[in-house]
């Protein structure tokens, strides 16, 4: 059973153009949502995150929305640079007094090329 | 700040044989620690929670016997897979929190057994 789901295992942006990267749950318990990088063979680094309180946070280049009623959130880096390539985890995680409180479920990941 | 890391990064050992890996947080008290598993070209799989001074939660499916969670301290936790076979291949990965969701991740360690 995939709470967290990633439909699109890759995705390539030239340079400068805009990243947008997806993220469907299916557990309306999930209250926090976060979106980590990764390198291979390296741990996640933590890029954003989300509360449900909120419909859009923005750090710098990186902007994450969500979409309550749709179980949806979204990434978007905006200009897009080759740094960038890797793969992004999006995961979520539970409210207080939850079973998943401060636990992460994890996507399955989406490796992005950012071609110069 | 919010720096994890792991030690061994890599690690071979035989079949029968039992490995502990560590993981640290080196700037923040980290009052729970997470390991993860991930296989690959998949996503990282929670196999237990542990909080300082307690026993840790097991996921379901992960056995408690051979993958031994000593949380010790605020900045330190280990993982001892016992008695490793082929299968107990696989990347690990612990994170710390210190307050709310955010988790911080180590840099993982590639375990080989052979």
């Known amino acids: 059973d995939q709470q967290v789901k990633q439909n699109s295992p890759s995705l390539s942006v030239q340079e400068g153009r805009i990243s947008i990267l997806n993220c469907d749950y299916t557990?309306?318990?999930?209250?926090?949502f976060l979106w980590y990088k990764k390198y291979p063979a390296e741990g996640p680094t933590f890029l954003i995150s989300?509360?449900?309180?909120?419909d859009k946070n923005e750090d710098g280049r990186f902007t994450v929305f969500l979409n309550k009623s749709a179980k949806h959130l979204s990434l978007h880096i905006v200009p897009s640079q080759p740094g960038d390539s890797a793969v992004y985890f999006c995961?979520?995680?539970?409210?207080?007094?939850?079973?998943?409180?401060?636990?992460?479920?994890f996507g399955q990941g989406t490796i992005l090329t950012v071609h110069p | 700040g919010a720096v994890v890391s792991q030690h061994p990064s890599r690690v071979i050992c035989k079949s029968g044989t039992s490995v502990k890996i560590e993981c640290r947080s080196l700037d923040f008290q980290a009052t729970t620690m997470f390991w993860y598993r991930q296989f690959p070209k998949q996503s990282l799989m929670l196999m237990a929670t542990?909080?300082?001074?307690?026993?840790?939660?097991?996921e379901q499916g992960v056995e408690k016997d051979k993958f031994l969670i000593n949380h010790a301290s605020l900045t330190l936790s280990t993982l001892t897979v016992t008695s490793a076979h082929p299968e107990d291949s696989s990347f690990y990965i612990c994170?710390?929190?210190?307050?709310?969701?955010?988790?911080?991740f180590g840099p993982g360690t590639r375990l080989t057994v052979t």
């Open positions: 557990n309306s318990m999930f209250d926090y």
């Open positions: 989300i509360s449900s309180i909120k």
């Open positions: 542990s909080n300082e001074g307690s026993k840790a939660t097991y």
């Open positions: 995961a979520a995680s539970g409210g207080a007094g939850g079973t998943s409180y401060g636990k992460l479920t």
């Open positions: 994170s710390g929190t210190r307050r709310g969701h955010e988790q911080y």
